[in-house]
């Protein structure tokens, strides 16, 4: 296994109320919390570019579900918390491998033909991740500080399956607790930072100058 790089860039905070902010660097892709770079005081410490602090990370469509489980949470509605939360982390897990495949030359319609052959979160993650970078997505969390983030993940996945799908080995699960959806929040928070390192080990540098910037 590869020891772990140094997380340069990523300020790691336990966010409890809103989503974090990361500036994107507009010529190679890549992602820090430092406010300075966003206001144009620093350069990339890849590129030496200077940031604009219009390009971030998360989307404004990630920024939106984000704000909505949070409510939910503080609502106790576990159930909706649980669901919608594990559909974020296949969205933001989703994003990363779409991404890299954007630093090694795919082009849209490649990258749509790739998705749509792996079309579950698992096939992509345990197949189509590996692939990519050379290394599980197990190995990759552990070596950038995570590692307990895809068991945690997959468990509260097949938390949420259970709920919404009938299993005729276990029978139904009648509801999601407050433990899930704490898990399920912790999860979300962590995924962000593990998105900036992921991207910062794999894409920035290599994404090609035009397709780069992040969509809202």
Same mark, same amino acid.
């Given at each position: 296994m590869k020891k772990a790089k140094p997380s340069k860039g990523v300020v790691h905070r336990r966010v409890s109320d809103v989503a974090p902010t990361y500036f994107e660097c507009p010529e190679c892709g890549y992602l820090t919390a430092d406010p300075r770079f966003g206001s144009h005081e620093i350069a990339c410490p +890849?590129?030496?570019a200077y940031g604009d602090g %219009? !390009?971030?990370f998360p989307t404004d469509r990630l920024r939106r579900l984000d704000s909505r489980i949070r409510a939910y949470h503080r609502e106790s509605e576990h159930e909706i918390v649980?669901?919608?939360?594990?559909?974020?982390?296949?969205?933001i897990l989703?994003?990363?491998?779409?991404r890299i495949l954007t630093a090694q $030359?795919?082009?849209?319609?490649v990258r749509e033909l790739v998705f749509d052959s792996q079309r579950s979160i698992g096939a992509r993650i345990g197949r189509l991740f590996p692939s990519l970078v050379g290394e599980s997505f197990e190995d990759v969390a552990a070596e950038l500080g995570f590692r307990d983030f895809p068991r945690r993940w997959r468990e509260i996945r097949? +938390? %949420?399956?259970a709920f919404i799908?009938? @299993? *005729?080995? %276990? $029978? *139904?699960?009648?509801?999601?607790?407050? #433990?899930?959806s704490d898990t399920a929040m912790e999860l979300l928070d962590q995924a962000y930072a593990l998105f900036v390192l992921v991207?910062? !080990?794999? +894409?920035? $540098? @290599?994404? *090609? #100058?035009?397709q780069h910037r992040i969509h809202s």
């Open positions: +890849v590129c030496s %219009r !390009r971030t649980v669901i919608l939360a594990e559909t974020f982390l296949e969205s989703e994003d990363i491998i779409d $030359g795919a082009s849209l319609n097949a +938390v %949420r399956n799908h009938d @299993s *005729p080995f %276990r $029978g *139904p699960q009648e509801t999601l607790t407050s #433990k899930d991207n910062n !080990r794999f +894409v920035a $540098g @290599s994404f *090609p #100058k035009t």
